[in-house]
Structures are given as C-alpha cells and as structure tokens.
C-alpha cells in the first residue's frame, strides 16, 4: 500500500492507495511545528479507524509547500514505517516540460495536480486548484506546463477583509440566497464567492484569450465545490486530483525511491 501526503499552507491532505485504488483520504489542519512523534500519533488515530495498520505501508510519497514540514514527514516515514519516502521535486520523472523561465519556480502541488490532470483529462488544459492561494495551471496537449496565474485564496482575502475592517464580523464563506444581500453578514459572503467566482471567470477568459483557443477547466481543492457551480467556466470539479498525481509519480520514480 502507498501512503500519499499533501502538504498545504491551510491542510494537508492524507491518502492511502492498493494499487491504483484510493481506499481512504482525509483531510487535516497543516502545523509547521509537529515532530515525527505527533504526527505518528494522528496518523495512528487515523489509520485505527479505518482498521488500517502502519505495517501495510510499503511507500510514501509527499508533496509540499512547507519546507519545515518535509524534515518531519521524512522522519515520520523512516522511523514509524521504515520506508524511504519519495519526496515530489526537481529531478523526478514527471512526463513534463517545463516552460516556466525557472522551472524550480513551480511548487510541488502544481506538478501533482498537472500530471494528474493531463493524465485524466488530456490537454490542453486549466487546472484551478482553490486552496490558500488559488492557482491556475495552463497545460498543453503536449504535456507543456505553460505557465499560470496565482492568486489569493479566498479564505486569506475573507480574514484580509475581517482583519481590516473593524465593524465587520466574521462570516461563513457560503452560498447567500441573493446577490443582493439585505444584511451585512449576507452582503459579504455574496462579495466573497461571487467576486471569486467572477475572478475565476475572467482569468480563464483572458487565457483562453491568450492561447487563442478555448480548453477544459478542472477545479481541485477544498472550495471547489462552493465556487465551481458559480462559474461558466469551470467544467468539472476532481477533489482527489492532487492524491492520484502523487499515486501516478510515485509509481513512474519507483525505482530511485
């Protein structure tokens, strides 16, 4: 079994896979500062109510955008599982070219979100991945990374908004009944997700633009399913995209692990 770790600024995501069955996945908070030891603990808790156990783990692979967490997750790997993991960088076989003027530039999740997506989706394509900043991703049929856009999330704007305004409250980040809201909390999450959604229409639009030519739209992570169905563009939401390109390169970089 591989054990497939997402880390992100705001969450990290957790998958185990029988082959190329994904069997379980969660979703937790991401903490900088957890040893080998706590993470062990949760991943215990974790694993026990599914009746799963550490033993049955032969690889890991992790993606991250937290360098402090990488040290923590590798101890994890080789001291709780005994595996080496494969950790998601430059010098992997992705299938990719990378047409960033620095490819070391793209993050890691956008490397596993691209070979994933080609992958399932073909190109060309667009990946929007909703997580603490909200990325896009512009894909050839070629397996070009041409490039993207990345924006603030929507969850850092909402606290950005919260923060400076004094007199507003804090609100859910949902789905108001009316754009017109008749009160401040209602005001305010129709300016969040349909000034999200609008952003996320008129980015693509300008790319489309760009390429000369129109291409299907992915969403991942964990808002896309509020924010997708607001759009026109976005065709399909995949919340497991970024666990099946961690399952896919872990299997074609199996042999340097």
């Known amino acids: ?20 069955e994904l069997l379980v996945d969660w979703r937790i908070a991401t903490d900088r500062k957890a ?8 991943l215990r808790n974790l694993f026990a109510g599914e009746g799963l156990a550490f033993e049955k783990i032969k690889g890991i692979c992790i993606s991250s955008v ?7 997750l590798t101890l994890l790997a080789e001291k709780y599982f005994q595996v080496h993991p494969l950790l998601v960088g430059p010098g ?16 890691a999740d956008r490397i596993v979100n691209a070979v994933a997506g080609l ?16 990325t896009f991703c512009v894909l050839s049929e070629r397996w070009e990374y041409l490039g993207g856009v990345i924006c603030p999330g929507i969850g850092i704007s909402a606290e950005a908004l919260f923060q400076a305004a004094a007199k507003l409250p804090r609100v859910e980040i949902a789905k108001p009944k009316n ?6 909390s209602t005001s305010m999450q129709a300016g969040l997700l349909y000034g999200f959604a609008g952003q996320i229409d008129g980015i693509v639009e300008r790319i489309w633009q760009e390429l000369g030519y129109k291409t299907k739209v992915v969403a991942t992570g964990g808002l896309a399913n509020l924010l997708a169905p607001e759009t026109r563009t976005i065709e399909e939401v995949d919340p497991l995209l970024t666990l099946r390109g961690l399952q896919l390169l872990y299997t074609r970089n199996a042999d340097i692990v």
Do not use: C, Q, W
């Open 1 to 20: 079994m591989l054990l497939a770790i997402d880390v992100g600024n705001t969450h990290t995501v957790l998958g185990v896979f029988s082959g190329e």
């Open 66 to 72: 937290v360098p402090p967490l990488l040290r923590s």
């Open 35 to 42: 040893t080998e030891d706590e993470l062990a603990v949760l």
């Open 92 to 107: 992997m076989k992705t299938g990719l070219t990378i047409k960033y003027e620095n490819p070391k530039d793209v993050g």
């Open 119 to 134: 992958e399932t989706y073909g190109g060309p394509l667009i990946i929007v991945d909703f997580g603490t900043a909200t």
């Open 179 to 184: 754009v017109i809201g008749r009160n401040t």
